[in-house]
């Protein structure tokens, strides 16, 4: 491989704190049968066309998001554009009559290599089509780190933001990535990534559901 909300962050490496977790919300055994997941949209530089697949888990309490092309970069060559990727996907989540959802937390995966003085930054926020509110967190890594990061973030269950009962309204997920060369050296590139070429890594998205 190349490269209010209550948030817990845990990276692999040491450089990293963690924060202990809200409790979230239960969730069954199973989710209800018929959901399905499909992408109406895609748009930004960190999700070209063909980069990206949305996978529904078997017992239907999770979705992954899976990126190939998903990569910041700041430091040596690299143009200024480089230090910044986004990504808007619009999801069309069909939910069985008399059932709705929530998403009551979101695992983040990627890799990081970071020069002595360069930061980085991975940030993402989701929300309803036509809902006011969206949840929203951002994570940050300081260099020296070379190794693979994982951010998680919860919901409480009395937070939690359910799609309207009876209404189709997508979701969408927005994401960016960020590096800043800092102080490290000019000639030394630093990057964030949140991609992989063998799918082994993944963003994934917890439902919760409930009958209306």
């Known amino acids: 491989m190349r490269k209010g909300i209550v948030v ?3 990276a692999v490496a040491a450089t990293a704190a963690a924060v202990t977790p809200a409790v979230a919300a239960p969730r069954p055994a199973n989710g209800p049968s018929g959901v399905t997941i499909e992408v109406a949209m ?3 530089s ?3 066309v063909g980069t990206t697949a949305v996978a529904l888990s078997e017992d239907r309490n999770a979705f992954t998001i899976t990126y190939s092309d998903y990569l910041a970069q700041a430091g040596g060559s690299s143009n200024p554009v480089d230090g910044r990727k986004n990504c808007l996907i619009s999801l069309r989540v069909h939910v069985p009559q008399g059932f709705t959802y929530a998403i009551t937390s979101v695992d983040y995966r990627g890799f990081a290599h970071l020069q002595g003085g360069a930061g980085a ?34 919901s409480p269950l009395d937070q939690l933001v359910w799609q309207p009962c009876g209404e189709a309204r997508n979701l969408n ?5 960020r590096v800043d060369a800092g102080s490290s050296a000019s000639d030394k590139v630093s990057f964030i990534a949140m991609d992989s070429t063998d799918g082994s890594i993944k ?4 439902f919760a559901w409930k009958r209306c």
């Open 121 to 154: 930054t991975m940030a993402a926020g989701y929300y309803f089509q036509g809902h006011p509110r969206t949840e929203r967190a951002a994570h940050d890594l300081w260099g020296t780190f070379d190794n693979n990061w994982q951010f998680t973030d919860q």
């Open 46 to 48: 960190g999700c070209p």
């Open 42 to 44: 895609l748009n930004g």
């Open 203 to 206: 963003s994934t998205y917890h």
């Open 8 to 10: 817990s962050a845990v």
């Open 173 to 177: 997920i927005n994401s960016e990535l």
